[in-house]
Nanobody, 126 residues
Framework: QVQLVESGGGSVPAGESLRLSCVASGYIVNTRCMAWFRQAPQKEREGVASISSLGTEFYADSVKGRFTISKDSAKNTLYLQLNSLKPDDTANYYC????????????????????WGQGTQVTVSS
């Protein structure tokens, strides 16, 4: 059973940065499609970014140029660097893992990911 544990969320003013981490059990960061999703109150969970087993990155249009997804296979850890944060980025951020084809399937569909973390809250004030 894959376990994913997120950390790094917090409350920051607009324009600031945060780095989210997701530690995975087992050697999956380099063998699966890994992704970050977010869910704001009363909104659907949406894909933020994903990274394939080969390192190809995908981003939602709303975060392109501001967020960067990366991974450290030696630490079994997925990261999301959040820069130039906006109040609209306020949400609970979730780490997800799926089979390698999830990154093509399309990557932003939550249905393609079987394993999820518990989430970490990001709050951006104006």
């Amino acid at each position: 059973q894959v376990q994913l544990v997120e950390s790094g969320g917090g409350s920051v003013p607009a324009g600031e940065s945060l780095r989210l981490s997701c530690v995975a059990s087992g050697y999956i960061v380099n063998t699966r499609c890994m992704a970050w999703f977010r869910q704001a109150p009363q909104k659907e969970r949406e894909g933020v970014a994903s990274i394939s087993s080969l390192g190809t990155e995908f981003y939602a249009d709303s975060v392109k140029g501001r967020f960067t997804i990366s991974k450290d296979s030696a630490k079994n850890t997925l990261y999301l660097q959040l820069n130039s944060l906006k109040p609209d980025d306020t949400a609970n951020y979730y780490c997800a893992a799926g089979p390698s084809h999830s990154c093509r399937a399309p990557w932003s569909s939550r249905l393609n990911y079987a394993f999820w973390g518990q989430g970490t809250q990001v709050t951006v004030s104006s």
